[in-house]
C-alpha cells in the first residue's frame, strides 16, 4: 500500500452516463497525477495538478473530461456522456515537488462501459 | 510517437534464472529512469530508478543498467523467483514531473 487511495475500485456504467472517481494523495504531496491505462499498455498521462492547480492537460483528455482538485488534497476526475473508449484503468499517482520524482501510484479504478 | 520503446513484449524465465528487460529513448532531455512493477489489480510499484550520470545501480536482486550514449537502460532481475511474475514497465522522466512509460513487459518466473 503506498498510501495513495481511489474510489471507487470498479465501475460498470452504462454509454452516456457520467462517472466521477476520487483520488487521495499522500497527505504531504503537493503534486497530483492523473493516467489511463488499457490492457497491455503502459500508463498514459492524462492530466497534473500542483497544489490546486490544473498545470497540464495532455490532448487525451478529451472535453468530455474534467479534473479538479480545489482545496489541493484530493482530487476527482469526471468523465461526461461515457463512451465504450473510455474503458480502462484510470490511475492517480502523488509525488512531492521537493526534489523527488517519484511517484506513488493508486491501486486504480477499472471503469467498464457497455 | 512512442517516448520509450520497451522489449521484450513477454518474457517466460525458469526459477534461478536471469530477467532481462530493454527499454529505449530518443529524447536527451530525459533525467530520471525509473522501472516499475504492477501485479494484476494493483497500481504500478517504484523498483529502483537511476539517474543519466550513473551506468549501474544494483537493489537487492535488481540492476539497472544505463547506457547514455545508445539512450538504453536495462532492468536485470538476478535468481528470477515466481514472485516476480508480474508486468514490468520503464518510465523515463524530464522536468521531474513529465513521465512517459514503456508498453510493458510481462514476466513469468517459472517453478
Known amino acids: 500500500d503506498t498510501g495513495v487511495s481511489q474510489d471507487p475500485r470498479h465501475k460498470i456504467t452504462k454509454r452516456g452516463q457520467n462517472v466521477t472517481f476520487r483520488c487521495d494523495p499522500i497527505?504531504?504531496?503537493?503534486?497530483l497525477y492523473w493516467y489511463r491505462q488499457t490492457l497491455g499498455q503502459g500508463p498514459e498521462f492524462l492530466t497534473y495538478f500542483q497544489n490546486e492547480a490544473q498545470l497540464e492537460k495532455s490532448r487525451l483528455l478529451s472535453d468530455r473530461f474534467s479534473a479538479e482538485r480545489p482545496k489541493g488534497s484530493f482530487s476527482t476526475l469526471e468523465i461526461q456522456r461515457t463512451e465504450q473508449g473510455d474503458s480502462a484503468m484510470y490511475l492517480c499517482a502523488s509525488s512531492s515537488d521537493r526534489g523527488q520524482e517519484t511517484q506513488y501510484f493508486g491501486p486504480g479504478t477499472r471503469l467498464l462501459v457497455l | 510517437q512512442q517516448q520509450v520503446k520497451q522489449s521484450p513484449q513477454s518474457l517466460i524465465v525458469q526459477k534461478g534464472g536471469i530477467s532481462i528487460i530493454n527499454c529505449a529513448y530518443e529524447n536527451t532531455a530525459f533525467d530520471y529512469f525509473p522501472w516499475y512493477q504492477q501485479f494484476p489489480g494493483k497500481g504500478p510499484a517504484l523498483l529502483i530508478a537511476i539517474r543519466p550520470d550513473v551506468s549501474e545501480k544494483k537493489e537487492g536482486r535488481f540492476t539497472i543498467s544505463f547506457n547514455k550514449s545508445a539512450k538504453q537502460f536495462s532492468l536485470h532481475i538476478m535468481d528470477s523467483q515466481p514472485g516476480d511474475s508480474a508486468t514490468y514497465f520503464c518510465a523515463a522522466v524530464y522536468n521531474f514531473n513529465k513521465f512517459y512509460f514503456g508498453s510493458g513487459t510481462k514476466l513469468n518466473v517459472k517453478p
Open positions: 497527505s504531504e504531496h503537493n503534486r
